[in-house]
């Protein structure tokens, strides 16, 4: 089955302890990203990768930190968690064609830090 | 950072009713995109438009690139109980595949 995984689907850590959500897709996509959500804010991307050791900021990088070694891993990295990185967070991927947009999103990480 | 002002923020409609809903930006998008999430999930993709003016339709949904390339809406015939759900609207400009989503638009529909 095609998807996107993403692990642990729930998280609570303290402030300052590094943690790792990885994302992983089956669909051989060149593309992938990482969202956070918030309440009133809608989706904003964090970082996203065009390939293999290719990738790139979005809206809101800051505290972030993200690794692409294999097409199909994606993991995001979190060196010292703040309480403002409470979030709800997806992983994307998609194709990387001219005027294809189809991202598939796993199915979200929701992490607290205390 | 940017972000789309999309509106309404929420919606409660009757069954059979139809729903609209728009997506604006002070920016030039090349491609908008309209998904839905349901609670729990992430979201699914609906719609995408590629060009200036393009209206696109996918079963009971449809939506228009706006001329400017600075909106976009949304309209849903004939509401369903499983139309509930938020409905973002995303942004991509050109040369970039740096997304930009709006901030949702909450719909409930009443048997």
């Known amino acids: 089955e095609a998807q996107v995984t993403q692990n642990p689907r729930y998280l609570i850590t303290v402030t300052g302890k590094k943690l790792t959500v990885t994302c992983s897709q089956n669909?051989?996509?060149?593309?992938m990203s990482w969202y956070r959500q918030d309440p009133g804010l809608g989706l904003r991307q964090i970082y996203y990768?065009?390939?293999?050791?290719?990738?790139d900021k979005g809206d809101v990088p800051e505290g972030y930190k993200v690794s692409r070694k294999e097409k199909r891993n994606f993991p995001l990295i979190l060196e010292s968690p703040s309480p403002n990185q409470t979030s709800l967070y997806f992983c994307?991927?998609?194709?990387?064609?001219?005027?294809?947009?189809?991202?598939?999103f796993g199915p979200g990480t929701r992490l607290t830090v205390l | 950072g940017q972000q789309l002002n999309q509106s309404p923020q929420s919606m409660f409609i009757q069954e059979g009713e139809d729903v609209s809903m728009n997506c604006t930006s002070s920016?030039?998008?090349?491609?908008w995109l309209w998904y839905k999430q349901d609670p729990g999930e992430g979201p699914v993709l609906l719609i995408a438009?590629?060009?200036?003016?393009e209206l696109t339709s996918n079963g009971r949904l449809t939506a228009q690139f706006g001329i400017t390339r600075k909106d976009s809406f949304l309209n849903i015939s004939a509401s369903i109980p499983s139309d509930v759900g938020i409905y973002f609207c995303?942004?991509?400009?050109?040369?970039?595949?740096?997304?930009?989503f709006g901030t949702g638009t909450r719909l409930k529909v009443l048997a």
């Open positions: 995303a942004g991509a400009q050109g040369g970039t595949y740096k997304y930009i």
């Open positions: 438009l590629y060009k200036a003016g």
């Open positions: 990768s065009m390939n293999v050791e290719v990738t």
């Open positions: 669909m051989n996509h060149e593309y």
């Open positions: 920016s030039i998008f090349n491609t």
């Open positions: 994307a991927s998609s194709f990387l064609l001219a005027g294809y947009n189809e991202q598939f």
